[in-house]
């Protein structure tokens, strides 16, 4: 019988080999697309411009007018702050929630709190309009306060 001689420089080099061989199978196998992968490119584009701070002040049917301000970040969260105005009761509200984004400039806000859900639709760069629960505009007189600017 003959015997083939291994040496330890080829022992260490076939585990080195193997290693290798299963380190990039764990990577190929383990790479999950993120949302952000799977968003299109005018997603993404709709995505960068919404991130920041837009505010107003929109009407309110028993106060001078409701403050609204609300952060989108990129993570895809956001942080959403609302004030009655000429309350002697500090009436702020603060929500926190995620947010996503169609290639319709459709945005959708999810608030954790109460599982609520609200509409917007990026107009430009710099302005986000309110929408109705049925994903409409709002129409009528007072329309323009239901517009957020960016700061």
């Known amino acids: 019988m003959a015997y083939l001689y291994k040496s330890p420089k080829h022992d260490f080099m076939k585990k080195r080999l193997l290693c290798t ?6 990577l190929v196998s383990c790479h999950r697309d993120s ?7 005018q997603e993404r584009q709709i995505a960068h411009a919404l991130t920041g701070i837009f505010a107003a002040t929109i009407p ?3 106060c001078p007018g409701i403050d609204i301000e ?14 009655n105005q000429g309350s002697d009761i500090d009436k702020t509200k603060m929500d926190i929630g995620s947010w ?11 608030i954790e709190k109460n599982e609520a859900t609200q509409y917007f639709k990026l107009n430009s760069t710099q302005e986000l309009a309110m929408l109705t629960k049925e994903k ?9 306060k239901y517009v957020l600017r960016k700061r």
Do not use: M, N, Q
């Open 21 to 26: 061989c299963i380190s990039l199978f764990l």
């Open 35 to 41: 949302p952000e992968a799977e968003e299109s490119a």
């Open 60 to 62: 309110c049917g028993d």
């Open 70 to 83: 609300i952060s989108f970040f990129k993570d895809h969260t956001f942080c959403r702050t609302t004030y």
């Open 100 to 110: 996503e984004v169609d290639a319709d400039s459709l945005i959708t806000i999810h």
């Open 136 to 144: 409409e505009s709002v129409a009528g007189e007072l329309a323009d």
